[in-house]
């Protein structure tokens, strides 16, 4: 699970012309690539271009891709667990202009521990995928780029008792690759 991906186009690359001088033969086409991590987006354009388009979710501020376990997409269930530490940037506690939440004690000189302004927060979540639209709407495609089913979700830390979190949901497969933030270099010459 993403919190958010830029579908990258590596250009294609070309060799010299064997058969003719001053001529290039196409020696890779162009293809989409998956880049998690932001600076390497520029890596793969020059300066100026248009270099990718970020897909993102609101729902999730990990910012690490979090692996689920179970099925494969579209199949059986998934499930796992993001944990945000109660000093992280991201957590919802934490807030940089205000003293009671900065996690630093009253001269601003030392982290203080976890409980006194800000706790850490687990989320455990579960996909469990079924054969037909929970919203009845039935797309081309149901299936193979798009599935849903039922969501279901505990988080820790933010009250006193979990809080539970279920309802439907649906997911639209955006790209086949497989592997996450390659550069230029890992691909072959």
């Known amino acids: ?4 991906v830029y579908l990258v186009r590596k250009p294609a690359t070309y060799l010299p012309d064997p058969d003719g001088p001053g001529g290039r033969v196409q020696d890779e086409a162009a293809r989409v690539v ?10 793969f354009t ?3 271009e ?5 897909i993102s979710s609101t729902a999730f501020g990990f910012t690490q891709p979090l692996a689920l376990e179970g099925g494969a997409f579209g199949t059986g269930s998934l499930s796992g667990a993001a944990v945000t530490d109660y000093n992280h940037a991201r957590n919802p506690f934490k807030h940089v202009f205000h003293p009671d939440h900065d996690n630093r004690d009253e001269r601003f000189e030392q982290v203080v521990a976890e409980g ?4 850490t927060v687990s989320r455990n979540l579960s996909l469990q995928f079924s054969s037909t639209d929970p919203l009845s709407m039935n797309p081309p495609g ?5 599935v849903g089913g039922q969501y279901s979700e ?3 830390g933010l009250h006193r008792r979990s809080v539970q979190i279920s309802g439907r949901f649906r997911l639209v497969r955006v790209s086949k690759v497989a592997a996450l933030n ?6 072959a010459p």
């Open 116 to 119: 006194r302004e800000s706790f």
């Open 46 to 48: 020059g300066a100026g």
């Open 154 to 156: 505990t988080i820790s």
């Open 142 to 146: 149901w299936g193979e780029t798009e």
């Open 50 to 54: 248009i270099s990718g388009r970020r």
């Open 182 to 187: 390659q550069r230029p270099s890992d691909f």
């Open 34 to 43: 998956l880049v998690t991590d932001q600076s390497l987006v520029r890596t």
């Open 1 to 4: 699970m993403l919190q958010q």
